[in-house]
């Protein structure tokens, strides 16, 4: 079915870069791209219960971590985990 993306031009570059290196097309590459974004699984349940459950100082290690990824962020908030 056609579908019409607009991008800007320097990511339609890199894109035909990509493509051109892995010897495939710019669709096929769009294509492939687009198929691994709506196919990944976000973390498996229970993943951050169980890292924290590891012991106090990787539990501490991670939330030190994901205080920095929220102050880093500026269009949108973070989920609360």
């Known amino acids: ?21 892995l010897r495939i097309s710019r669709n096929r590459l769009i294509v ?5 974004e709506v196919e990944e699984r976000a973390w498996s ?14 539990a501490a ?5 994901m205080a920095v990824v929220r102050a880093a962020r500026r269009s949108k908030t973070s989920p609360r985990l």
């Open 61 to 65: 290690a991670f939330g030190e971590s």
């Open 32 to 36: 492939r791209a687009l198929q691994r």
């Open 1 to 21: 079915m056609p579908t019409t993306v607009h991008l800007p031009t320097p990511l339609l570059g890199a894109i035909d870069r990509k493509a051109r290196a």
């Open 45 to 58: 349940p229970g993943f951050f219960e169980t890292l924290r459950g590891v012991d106090r100082a990787a």
